[in-house]
């Protein structure tokens, strides 16, 4: 019983941090392409540094894979970095703000599925 509630939790986990994925892939194309900030133009290049280097995890993500999910654990702190210091801009724009609470919530939601998975696993090995 108690692997069934560490794998419904690697699960949740999972799908939360493939819909903080796709909400962060998503910003990054409002914020580039849809509506950019500062009364800029729309700018491909812009929306290529954002969302290329997120988009190899795409398919390990969708196995479930935590090799991959610590790895963008690792590549989103990257991000994370970026966003802090958009915030400290004299004016912060309200894509900081909303980036900054999605990369956390990724990143929350990585580790804990690395975490989840691998207890499952443990337990997987030790049952009878």
Known sequence: MRRAVIERRATLALRLCLA?????LAL???KTLLWP???RDPNVVMWAIHTLPLLPFLPGLRRGDARTCAWLAFAILLYFMQTVLGLFSPHPSPYHWLALVLIV???????????????????????P
């Open 105 to 127: 919530a990724l990143f929350t939601a990585a580790t804990l599925f690395i975490r989840w998975q691998g207890q499952s696993r443990q337990l997987a090995v030790n049952e």
């Open 37 to 39: 900030m500062g009364g």
């Open 28 to 30: 990054y194309l409002g």
């Open 20 to 24: 903080c994925y796709g909400a962060l």
